[in-house]
């Protein structure tokens, strides 16, 4: 919230590598690092090329080539959009990489979200990573069955279906089995997974509250 409330990019800039100072004490920026830069990467070349020639604030002249000019507002204003997209990006990636998804999902329902919309979203969490195993198992298979993954176009075609049919069949029977033991369980719900709520939890949330309020308020003001 606080990226979108700052007039220029170079708030959000160092909001951006503040997270990836975070990810770097957490051990995991290299994996942060390179997800956000091939995410938001095509998005920072597209964003200021289009800004710098059509951004409706555009007034002064930076470059002219012929009848296309591209102008010095627009880039800045591109700048801010692309700092504010790096900074969420990181913060998501950051959430990604430190948190259990059953941890959240235990978490979320212990603040009073409903259990099925906790669920659904520790399954959409889980999703990719688990096709991802399941294709890798699935790889490795064919691949000890004499699977040529290297061959012509049209065996790598072949590879592909050999890869997809168990992999949507196992998709589906993974479906059909969370299914019924959603269906088996009892009326009283228990966790094996138990979150704590800090002391600092609760003071590190509760100072990103005000920061953000102070922040918009500053904003009204200016």
Request: net charge positive; with cysteine; glycine share 8%.
């Amino acid at each position: 919230m606080i990226v979108f409330l700052l007039p220029n990019p170079w708030g959000p800039a160092l909001i951006a590598v503040a997270l990836l100072g975070v990810a770097a004490v957490a051990g995991f920026l290299g994996g942060v690092a390179k997800l956000a830069a091939v995410t938001t990467g095509p998005l920072l070349v597209a964003v200021v090329l289009v800004q710098g020639l059509f951004y409706t604030g555009n007034e002064t002249p930076l470059i002219v080539f012929g009848p296309v000019t591209f102008w010095e507002e627009g880039p800045y204003y591109g700048l801010l959009v692309y700092f504010r997209v790096l900074a969420v990006v990181c913060a998501v990636l950051i959430m990604v990489f430190s948190t259990y998804p059953k941890t959240m999902m235990v978490a979320f329902i212990d603040k009073g979200l409903s259990p099925k919309l906790a669920y659904v979203f520790m399954a959409s969490l889980q999703f990719i990573p688990d096709m991802q195993r399941r294709a890798r198992a699935i790889i490795e298979a064919q691949q000890a069955r004499g699977l040529d993954l290297e061959a012509n176009i049209w065996s790598r075609f072949q590879a592909l279906l050999a890869m997809m049919i168990p992999l949507l069949t196992g998709a589906l029977i993974s479906v059909e089995t969370r299914s019924l033991a959603l269906e088996a369980r009892g009326g009283v719900r228990s966790h094996l997974i138990e979150v704590p709520d800090s002391a600092t939890d609760r003071v590190i949330r509760w100072s990103m509250a005000a920061i953000v309020v102070l922040v918009a308020v500053w904003r009204i003001v200016l």
